[in-house]
Each structure stands twice: as C-alpha cells, then as structure tokens.
C-alpha cells in the first residue's frame, strides 16, 4: 500500500457492530467493502442505515456489497464484527479478501477470542483485538439502532510485528487513526488481554443477567438485589483478573457501575441473541475468564453459577 | 383430653399440604376441621379431592369445613400447611382454635420458619416442626394433585416440653402416631434444625432452579450445566449446615441427587407459587440458611447468587 494511499477496509459480518463501524468509516471517505450473507439482497437494494440518537440517520448507499469474499478487493484492515462463536469458520472468507500484511480486527468481547482463529490464519496477517464501548444493535436488515457511545481500544495480539514492540504499536496507532478520523474515540491498548479482562467487569454482570433475568439495564440497577448481584458479580472479575496478572482498580468498577446507572435503558447484545435464538457468547465472556482464573488458582462461583445457568438456557431457550 | 378419645386435628391452611394430610387423616377416622380462606364455597359444595398416583382417587365429603377459626372446635393438634410468607399472620387463628396445652405442628419447608409464629403464640402451645417427603399440589379448589411420597418427619421446636426431653419426646411420637394411623410413614426427629437443614439441601437447588430456569427436575437433571449447579448448591448446603454444627455426610447429597434423577418429572412448590404471582419463600429457603452460615463465617456464594436472582424474580415476576 502506498503511503498517499487511504487504507482499504473490509468488514467480516456486517451485523450491528461491523455495519456500525463499516458505516461511520465509509461516511469519512474511506473504501469500505462489506461482506453480507442472508442480508445481501436487503442491503444491495436498501443500503445501510444506521439510527443514531447521537449522529441523526445515517445512510449509505450504494453499498459496496459482497456476497463471497472471493468477490472483494484485497483489503489493507479486515474488521470482525461477527460472533465469537463463528471465529474458527471465517478464517477463509478473511484470507480471501485480506491483502498481503493485512490487519485483521476483532471488535468483540470476551476472553482469547483471537485463540482459535489465529490457529487458521497465515502468519503473514497480524491479528489485532478490538473492544467497543457502544450500544447497538441490528432492527432489521441492513438496519442499525445505535444508542449511545462508540469508542474502540485496539490492541495487538499477534502475527509479523509479534516480536517488534514498535511495529506493532505504529499498527495499533495506524488502527486507531482510522476510528478517529470516522469522529470517533479510540484509543492504543498496552495490554490487549488486560484490556479484555476491563471490558469484562461489564460484560459479564449485565450480558448474562439480562438473559437470566429478561431485564434491561434501567430495571437491573433499580432492584437492589441485582445491584447486589452485578456488584459481586463485578468484584469476582476484579479477583480473576488480578490472578492472572492484571490488576484493574476498585474504582474502575464502581465508575462502570455508576456510569450504567446513568445509561439509557440497555439491553445487552446477549439478550438480542436470546431473543433470536442465537447462540449466546458464552464460551468468550464466561467459560475462558472462568478457565483463566481457575488455572491461576482462583475460582470465581459467582461467575459460575451464572454461567452454568445460562448454559442451560442456551440449550433450552427458556 | 381423655386418653381413650382420639385427638381432635384442625388444618390450619388447607392449600395441598394441609389439604392432603388433612383428607389422609379423616379417611383413618381422626376427626378433622379445615380452616379455609377463598375456596371455603367451593370445598363445602364439592368437598376436598386427592387424585393420588399411588392411593388413586380420595374425597371427603362433607368437609369439616370454617371459613372463620372462632367456629372451629378446640383442637388437640393444629397443622399449619400455609405458606412460610405467613406465619406471623397465622398467630390468631391458631390461638383461637387451640384446646389448652395444644400441639402446633408446621409443615413447612426452611430454616428458622417456626421463629415469627413462636413470637406470637402463648407459652403454654406447644410448637412442633415437619418436614414434608412429598410430591403434591393444588390443582385448583379443594382438589389436590399427589403424585408421590408422603412421609413426614417430626421434631419439638418449644413450647411447655423445652426442659422436659422426656415429654417432647412423648409428644413428637403422638404426632408420628397420627400419620402413621394414616398410612403415611413418619419419624421423630431429635434435632429439628439439622433436619431443616437436610431438607433444605433438596429444596435449595430444586425449588430455586425451578423458578430460575423455568424447568422441572426431569430437564434439570439431564443437562450438564443443571446437573453441575445442583450440585454445588448441595456441596455449599451441606457446607452452611457443618458451619452451624449440624455435620450432613456428602453420601446423603450424593443419595438426593440420584433418587432425584428416579423420581417423575416433577414441579417443586416454588415453581407453582411462582406461576400463581404468589410470593416465593426466599426467606425461609434462602435467606435464613445463608444469615445462619454467615453468622458462623461461612459464605456460600452460589446460594447466595441464586437468592439474589430469586429476590429479583419474585419483584419483578419474570
């Protein structure tokens, strides 16, 4: 890629997150290709629109739309914005489409997400992990409600810069330019897996409780027993966290919290795959926290409980 | 009351508890009164049914039936089959139908359930607690589902006998005498508390996971995650139970679990006061189990995650 050249992105999984960014990126001038499945027909012919109390309507369209990615253009930034649960089987689509020396993103939540697709790509690709502080969610197809916020951390996990700190902090850099330029936060990460554990001190109360309890955020902070819960709750990812190396402070969680109270009303991506009867992340936002702790000699119970309940729901859709 | 006179029974709460050992008890020729509340018309137009798996169809007719304790005769024995949530409540009505020195025996579930009715009840009542071994429930008015056990076992809580081992003794052997006069097996119980907290490690993983999971034992015992959960809320029981002094070995779990996995499908209590939006008894199952092990320095997190869900559920009806 030339240096006077703007970088090219391909979105993998243009659901809410992936249509979301793809959107805000093509909206400043970037050359976005998005790679659909059962949405293609929908979003050749309507476009993407994204609803945003923040940003008014956004549409876009044309869309420069993929059915296969044999189809796209070699791409300098593929961003994932499909579920932990597919990771393993979008390794082809994301060689397919990905130029030599591409950055792949993961903007997803949950622990060791990046684990089973890195064992499928070349180590010639660098796998970099993202994580949103967004509200979204997908209305229809090609249809995006956006809430509120929409910073993204990057972090580099592994690939060609593994070994060469200052590469990979220039391509995290290089990331993160990207969002700025779409007008929105984001920020370098140091620690992509602490990173990941922070983001967890929300993800795993209110994701999981929302399907436990069919309850938004605004009904969740007013009972005091699910206070009480999403505080314990909170304090064992602390606990986990601080085992496997990486102390968050008190503070961070009593911010998240307080900040959650101040929130509209919320309901977390994991309710929406409930709702639809997708699978539900559990393996990247419960069972690898719970694994990681537990190797590092700390059990989380809470935690697990609370995963063990929901594995019953996602097989029982109850 | 003279020794050659059989004692006289009054059923305080004749919901399924109270109505199925009331009808077992008047079939073997005690003489029973029933105190009833919204089905009084009902049970004394059609009278009160047991449809029983094991003792087939059971009605009485005409019912002893009063919608008002000053009616009731004095009774010998009162048996409190209502709901935890209303102990309290009961005092007035149980002293209104108590003969001098009279035996009240709760058939309730739960730790401590016999504390807010002592408070109310004269010294001179003596104050009895059973525990239930029964699959049953209410199928609509005055008409009972039995699908299973029966057994009940007795323990003296207070009363004129605290200072008289001898005599607490005697009376928790006339109580056992009258079930067993019915067919129904039942023991005397030298501690009552570490026969609560036996009871309680069914009740707590059953009756909560119910409700939590909306699923009867027969899916709760064939899903892994289930299984795992009830499990560990045995383990954390028998923990809570050893902390206040009462040791429960691990092979009387171990003997719940797999009788548990031979029993028929089955809905506990709290999954049908769940389904009525009557209040669920966290208090008696829950919360008083968990203040005992924490006064005696033991947490029990997953009980305690599962009650803080349960509160929720119970405010919000979810």
Redesign the interface.
Known sequence: MGADRKPRIGIIGTGAIGGFYGVMLARAGFDVHFLLRSEFSAVVEQGLRVNSAQHGVLSLKPVQAYASAEEMPPCDWLLVGAKTTNNAQLAPAIIQAAAPGAKVLLLQNGLDVEDALRAELPDTLHLLGGLCFICVHRAGPGQIEHQALGAVNLGYHSGPASADPALSQALVEEGAALFRAAGLDSQAMNNLHQARWQKLVWNVPYNG?SV????STT??MA????R??IQ?LMQEVLLGAAACGHVIPEAYAQQLFRSTEHMPDYWPSMYHDFLHQRPLELTAIYAAPLAAARAAGCEL??I??????L???D??H?
């Open positions: 409780l436990l309890l069919k309850a009904p969740l009972d005091p027993a699910s009480e819960l314990d119970p809470k697990q409980a609370l995963y063990q309940s594995c019953f729901i097989r029982h109850v």
